[in-house]
């Protein structure tokens, strides 16, 4: 069975510009999360996806932030303008029980 | 809000000893508590994880121990080796919630020394 697969692994962009992450769950894993860790802290949740539909999005730090799950399979999250302290990891999730949950490699974003 | 502390943030044992890593929660609710072991440039993958209706739980060389009264939990690894290095993470969630979001831990960096 594959695992959570994320893409890019790396992403290098100035500041203002726009970023498009990609996370592809375990095949049939209708719960999907979005973590971040930033500067060594701890990992942070930001949304939760049930399919398609957003069950929890309290964790988004503004408006700059967009993630969507067309479809109910792979999510994407954008963030437009970016800003130095979006630098980190983005880590994408997914289960089929709400309860364990498996990540992904991450994708490590630096804005300069 | 929710969170979770965790001590220490980094430790170093030599090979062969064991290495104890405590986590404590401040949502009495939570009833899930998952640790993620993140070696370097990999993924944090699940190791072990215990529920609130256990107090403690093994698998080969690594146990977990939780104490709902006192809200904490710990991992403990016997016989270290060099391949258990890495970055820990502990992580509380409540599966009674409707997204059973993980709330985690700061990180613990153990170095296992040949």
């Known amino acids: 069975e594959a695992g959570v697969t994320q893409f890019p692994s790396h992403s290098v962009i100035e500041k203002g510009q726009t970023v498009t992450l990609r996370c592809d769950p375990i095949?049939?894993?209708?719960?999907l999360y979005w973590y971040r860790r930033v500067m060594g802290k701890e990992i942070k949740f930001l949304l939760h996806f049930v399919k398609e539909s957003k069950q929890d999005e309290s964790g988004m730090p503004n408006n700059r932030f967009l993630a969507e799950r067309t479809g109910g399979t792979y999510s994407t999250l954008k963030v437009q303008p970016a800003e130095l302290e979006d630098s980190g990891v983005y880590f994408c999730?997914?289960?089929?029980?709400?309860?364990?949950?498996?990540f992904g490699p991450g994708t490590r974003l630096t804005v300069t | 809000g929710e969170n979770v502390e965790q001590h220490p943030s980094t430790l170093s044992v030599q090979e062969g000893d064991s290495a104890v890593i405590k986590c404590t929660y401040s949502d009495s609710a939570s009833n899930y508590f998952p640790w993620y072991k993140q070696e370097l440039g990999k993924r944090p993958q699940l190791i072990i994880d215990i529920r609130s209706n256990v107090g403690e739980k093994k698998d080969q060389r690594i146990a977990v121990t939780l104490n709902k009264t006192a809200k904490h939990f710990s991992l403990h690894i016997t016989e270290t080796q060099p391949e258990d290095s890495a970055v820990y993470f502990c992580?509380?969630?409540?599966?009674?919630?409707?997204?059973?979001?993980?709330?985690f831990g700061q990180g613990t960096t153990l170095q296992v020394k040949p």
């Open positions: 992580a509380a969630s409540k599966t009674s919630s409707n997204t059973g979001k993980l709330i």
């Open positions: 095949s049939g894993h209708d719960n």
């Open positions: 999730a997914s289960s089929h029980n709400r309860v364990e949950q498996y």
